[in-house]
């Protein structure tokens, strides 16, 4: 039962990339092409959020639920790794129009082929994982 | 209300709420990324066989599997609940380049049908295409340490470099695709 909030988070999530179309390759396509404000309205309007709530969160005006403190975990200062990987992944997004919340979500839209989408997502997780000693980071 | 909620909804009510998605996941303690689930996934499956980097507690991450379920059963929700009485607004340009794609109607359903539907997964171009972009995904995803929830929302909320660069980088790699590559695809 602890994790049932979760799940209603999760609800929400999916609702919201749903009707405001952010699971759809045709917004995904109308972004890189530039045509449309709606992706980068949804995009940019998160991350500002986010910024003042990161910057409320650090002033320390606010802890997790259980009274701790929320931390967030900074990423290894690292150049070739974000760069590559990045444009693999977005290569793939543009793709398919489908970034790991949208293949998800689109099953439960009744999308079915995201099933065998996320299935080539993992291997391709799975592979990264064999050849991560091997690729320069 | 419910009529109102049907319509498309604008990127200034779909931003906020993804905000307040990964306010309430920083608030039960957790942060807001997907694409680790598909590391648990490999785990889960055994993967720690072949690789230490599948060798984690994912038990410690079954509360982002719950929530992909939640985002799985809030995709149907919105579809058979919450059904857009019109179709998608999308600009005339990019109606007439999907049009030449071999879709015949874009924007009356969210994923066309012709693309993304059984038959065109049942042939080998639609089938390469959708297990290629997928494969991407995975991979890229986690050789950059994070996906657009992971980067562009949370690391870019924290004023993290290494999610500015991932970003530019899913950037470089969408426009790439979607300008000189997607037509060889269909």
Redesign the interface.
Known sequence: MKFIKFFFVGIIFGIVMTKSEVISWLRIYEMFKFKSFHMYGIIGSAVVLGIIQVLIIKKGRVKTMYGTEIIFTPKAKQWTRYILGGIIFGLGWALIGACPGPMFTLIGTGAWVFLFVIVSATIGTFVYGLLRNKLPH | MLDL?KE????????????????????????FG??S???T??SI?G?GK??D??RFNWKGE???I??????????????YY?T?PEP?Q??Q??IA??KGFGVAV??DE???DE????E??LTWKGFF?????????????????????G?????????????L???????????????F??PY?F
């Open positions: 909620l498309p909804w604008p990127w200034y009510v779909g931003g906020p709420i993804i905000a307040l998605v990964m306010f309430l996941l920083l608030y039960f303690g957790k942060n997907l694409s689930n598909l590391r996934l490999c499956g993967a072949f690789s980097f599948f079954v509360w982002n719950v929530f992909v379920l939640g985002a799985i059963s809030g995709g149907f929700i919105a579809t919450l857009s998608m999308l600009h340009d990019v380049e999907i874009p924007g969210l994923v066309p693309l993304f539907g059984w065109a997964f295409r959708l297990m290629l972009g997928g494969f991407l995904v995975g991979f890229g995803a986690r050789y950059a340490g994070g996906c657009t929830s980067h562009a929302i949370s690391g870019l909320s924290n004023l993290q470099i290494p999610s660069i991932a970003v530019i980088g899913f950037f470089i790699g969408g426009l790439l695709m979607t300008w590559l997607l695809f």
